[in-house]
Antibody, heavy 121, light 110 residues
Framework: QVQLVESGGGVVQPGGSLRLSCAAS????????MHWVRQAPGKGLEWVAV????????YYADSVKGRFTISRDNSKNTLYLQMNSLRAEDTAVCYC??????????????WGQGTLVTVSS | QSALTQPPSASGSPGQSVIISCTGT?????????VSWYQQHPGKAPKLMIY???KRPSGVPDRFSGSKSGNTASLTVSGLQAEDEADYYC??????????FGGGTKLTVL
């Protein structure tokens, strides 16, 4: 079955960096755009970034632009999120999720279980 | 990009119907038929319930339906069941490769 498993979360100091990974299985990873979506504790969902099926195009929410980088390795069926210059407000559960089969921006399905990023001194 | 507007809470008794609204602008909901809805139970990952305004993924009960009028999208849950109690989020494409979520609605089954 289709499965997404995130890893790499943890506690980091303000200004620090962290790299998240998302291992995909059960579908042709290289055929789908992939997204990162985050959720601060007790808050709603926030779209973070998207990468095209072949990695040639990436787009970001204004709140992370210039600090976060989304990438993928289709040979390893893995999605990444490099997070730099982290701030307290970046504290959140980060989910990886698959985009639509046609247009990348139509839906998020399925979702991983999420990995918690805590930015604190 | 501003978040879409959802009511913080909604409720209904078992068997009743509930409608959750999601209001945006002509730059997001009103401009594209790319509205989706997600169900999230406490401590769990979100689940896709509706995509492209009114399409239902396989496995989602037909008690869930979606619609749109102008800048407002709606999720209708008919025949409420206890397991429908959860948080619901709308999402829309907002142009220029941006996506925006609503603030979420907590649905309580009385």
């Amino acid at each position: 079955q289709v499965q997404l498993v995130e890893s790499g979360g943890g506690v980091v100091q303000p200004g620090g960096s962290l790299r998240l990974s998302c291992a995909a299985s059960g579908f042709t990873f290289s055929s789908y755009a992939m997204h990162w979506v985050r959720q601060a504790p007790g808050k709603g969902l926030e779209w973070v970034a998207v990468i095209s099926y072949d990695g040639s195009n990436t787009y970001y929410a204004d709140s992370v632009k210039g600090r976060f980088t989304i990438s993928r390795d289709n040979s390893k069926n893995t999605l990444y999120l490099q997070m730099n210059s982290l701030r307290a407000e970046d504290t959140a559960v980060c989910y990886c999720t698959r985009g639509g089969s046609g247009t990348a921006m139509t839906q998020f399905d399925p979702w991983g279980q999420g990995t918690l990023v805590t930015v604190s001194s | 990009q501003s978040a879409l507007t959802q009511p913080p809470s909604a409720s209904g008794s078992p068997g009743q119907s509930v409608i959750i609204s999601c209001t945006g602008t002509s730059s997001d909901i009103g401009g594209y038929n790319y509205v989706s809805w997600y169900q999230q139970h406490p401590g769990k990952a979100p689940k896709l319930m509706i995509y492209e305004v009114s399409k239902r993924p396989s496995g989602v009960p037909d008690r869930f339906s979606g619609s749109k009028s102008g800048n407002t999208a709606s999720l209708t849950v008919s025949g409420l069941q206890a397991e429908d109690e959860a948080d619901y989020y709308c999402n829309s494409y907002a142009g220029s490769n941006n996506l925006v979520f609503g603030g979420g609605t907590k649905l309580t089954v009385l």
